[in-house]
């Protein structure tokens, strides 16, 4: 089982900071997943990551795969309180990180 | 299209009684997989199916657990014999497997919220 871990485990910022989360494994992957999960909800995709080195931005939100493909990032800019929740990696069909929970107070 | 859906979305059960939980897919859908969560954690790798057809089922679960998918449609999951340890949200979600490389998305239920008293 490939295992991923992601750190920190809980983020709590005011809105307008800016915050990165990380996605850690000792293995490599063919591509990489990004979920946000909101309380009482399932995962919603927010990005797939394939090539190593590859950025991608969606709005305020930008992942990074690294060259590696062993870990991959995600970095909120301006973060507001709609960012809140629980932010997942996945890394294979069957593995999911630990997850991130992030807090932005108005 | 109304997405993944799954019932009953909170069920309440004693110590040793059965449950049985169903997971309605996306209609088109081939793959269909069912996770544990608890609070604060990420979804934990139960089995999936691949049609009709179970691929493959975690190591961590106990023969208390079983799942089904008749006709490659709907899910059923079934834990016998619940523990309080069993309490969790049982999440489903199903995909349309490619033959590309890269991981396929996954479009997940609101999930089955269980309580085990």
């Known amino acids: 089982t490939q295992l991923l871990e992601q750190s920190p485990q809980f983020l709590s910022i005011q809105e307008g900071e800016n915050l990165t989360v990380y996605c850690n494994s000792s293995?490599?992957?063919?591509?990489l997943q990004w979920y946000r999960q909101e309380p009482g909800e399932g995962p919603v995709l927010l990005v797939t990551v394939v090539t190593g080195g590859e950025v991608k931005k969606l709005k305020r939100l930008t992942f990074q795969f690294g060259d590696a493909r062993k870990d991959s990032s995600l970095h909120i800019t301006a973060a507001q309180p709609g960012d809140t929740g629980l932010y997942l990696c996945?890394?294979?069909?069957?593995?999911f990180g630990g997850g991130t929970r992030v807090l932005v107070k108005p | 299209d109304t997405g993944v859906s799954q019932n009953p979305r909170h069920k309440i059960t004693k110590r040793g009684q059965n449950v049985t939980f169903r997971c309605d897919p996306i209609?088109?859908?081939?793959?269909l997989y069912w996770y544990r969560q608890t609070l604060g954690q990420g979804p934990e790798f139960l089995t999936y199916f691949q049609n009709e057809a179970q691929l493959e089922k975690s190591r961590l679960l106990s023969d208390r657990f079983s799942a089904e998918r008749p006709k490659g449609s709907f899910s059923t999951l079934e834990i016998q014999r619940t523990e309080q340890g069993d309490s969790a949200m049982y999440l489903c979600a199903s995909s349309l497997a490619g033959t590309g490389g890269a991981t396929e998305k996954l479009f997940f239920g609101s999930g089955t919220q269980l309580s085990v008293l």
């Open positions: 996945r890394g294979n069909k069957l593995t």
């Open positions: 209609s088109e859908h081939n793959r």
């Open positions: 293995s490599v992957f063919s591509s």
